[in-house]
């Protein structure tokens, strides 16, 4: 049977798991019936927590794990070799981590903690087996993995064709979409648990540019900060400025998933 919007939140209700946040994913893109749910928040696995500033996952290690982000915040970067740092992702509380591990056995980047984190790691061979099982999976995963590659080419065109007031209205639309996924409350504030310099990592500008930017957006009235609250008063302005259209993130596809059957 189809697990169908109505009966969703009290799926979650009666089978909460740390990778229900995994699920909420998978049902914006991927029609998974009740018996794949239940199969997925029954798998074996351990938690683990993280402090900000701890990696939970280095460039070049390898690991046996499938990791999921149950809570926090995370970024995904690379070094260059004279020593900067390019962020080239957020991860956000139902993110595969190591999405690439289903295929490559070595991390291509980094991933450190920016907020305390909690994530569910399960045995590789237990993902693939119920994968071979339950083909829709595995759907689900693949849908997850292209998402990822979406947003990686919207972070090559916002670095590389966007100015900087641009780029960071882009940055802040991209997260408020992604952390809230039916934008219910437009002005409601999103927490970033993100420095100056990291925002500049991830988008190619200094922290002193990155600051100077922002600071032009609050009083134009486009965006408001409380320390690590962000939210806009002007979402629709502001989104004009960032050019952003959420397309790229895949997330209008929950109906169409949820009323179709496999």
Request: net charge neutral; proline share 4%; hydrophobic share 45%.
């Amino acid at each position: 049977m189809v697990l169908h919007a109505f009966c969703w939140d009290s799926f979650l209700q009666t089978f909460g798991a740390p990778l229900s946040p995994m699920l909420e994913k998978f049902a914006l893109n991927t029609a998974l019936a009740e018996d794949d749910c239940a199969a997925i928040v029954a798998l074996p696995l351990s938690l683990h927590f993280y402090n900000p500033g701890k990696h939970i996952i280095k460039n070049d290690a390898t690991s046996t794990e499938f990791q999921v982000l149950v809570s926090g915040f995370a970024i995904a970067y690379k070094v260059t070799g004279d020593g900067f740092r390019q962020i080239v992702g957020f991860r956000l509380p139902g993110d595969i981590i190591n999405i690439q591990h289903m295929q490559f056995p070595y991390n291509d980047c980094s991933v450190q903690a920016t907020a305390y984190c909690m994530v569910a790691a399960v045995d590789e061979t237990l993902i693939r087996n119920l994968t071979c099982k339950r083909p829709i999976i595995l759907n689900a995963i693949m849908a997850s993995a292209l998402i990822e590659a979406s947003i990686s080419r919207e972070w090559i065109v916002n670095i590389g064709r966007r100015n900087a007031r641009a780029r960071i209205a882009h940055l802040f639309c991209e997260l408020a979409s992604r952390l809230d996924p039916c934008r219910l409350a437009e002005d409601q504030p999103f927490r970033l648990p993100l420095t100056q310099q990291q925002i500049g990592d991830a988008v190619g500008l200094t922290a002193v540019h990155v600051n100077r930017t922002i600071k032009g957006l609050i009083k134009d009235g486009l965006l408001e900060q409380d320390r690590h609250l962000i939210s806009s008063p002007a979402w629709d302005q502001l989104k004009s400025v960032a050019g952003f259209n959420r397309r790229y993130l895949q997330l209008d596809q929950k109906a169409a998933a949820l009323g179709h059957s496999q």
